[in-house]
């Protein structure tokens, strides 16, 4: 089993920053996708941005949805087995809960949310215009 918890979700205005933490405990070297999805009120669950954990070669590879390519960052530390979403230049329509989540399955990893195994309790981010 893993445990993902999340961290720094908070209220901003537009064009600010923030950086969201996902800290993984238990079998995380059982984990080969990561990745951080999020919802809006009255909306599906949508993925923001996937990192292949696993051995490539040439390093993980990032994937980002077209809504936040060039502005969100997704990153890890190995060794703080914790995860990261940098935000910048927020804007109101990424107002939403993100959640952070993993999977033992294997690259490719997926855009779809039922591919995951594993869900944090998910963080609110508020960006006011």
């Known amino acids: 089993q893993v445990q993902l918890v999340e961290s720094g979700g908070g209220s901003v205005q537009a064009g600010g920053s923030l950086r969201l933490s996902c800290a993984a405990s238990g079998y995380t070297n059982s984990i080969y996708c990561m990745a951080w999805f999020r919802q809006a009120p009255g909306k599906e669950r949508e993925g923001v941005a996937i990192l292949y954990t696993g051995y490539t070669g040439g390093g993980s590879r990032p994937a980002y949805a077209d809504s936040v390519k060039g502005r969100f960052t997704i990153s890890r530390d190995n060794a703080k087995n914790t995860l990261y979403l940098q935000m910048n230049s927020l804007k109101p329509e990424d107002t939403a809960i993100y959640y952070c989540?993993?999977?033992?399955?294997?690259?490719?990893?997926?855009?779809?949310?039922?591919?995951?195994?594993?869900w944090g309790q998910g963080t609110q981010v508020t960006v006011s215009s």
């Open positions: 989540t993993a999977t033992p399955r294997s690259f490719p990893c997926s855009w779809r949310s039922d591919f995951y195994n594993y």
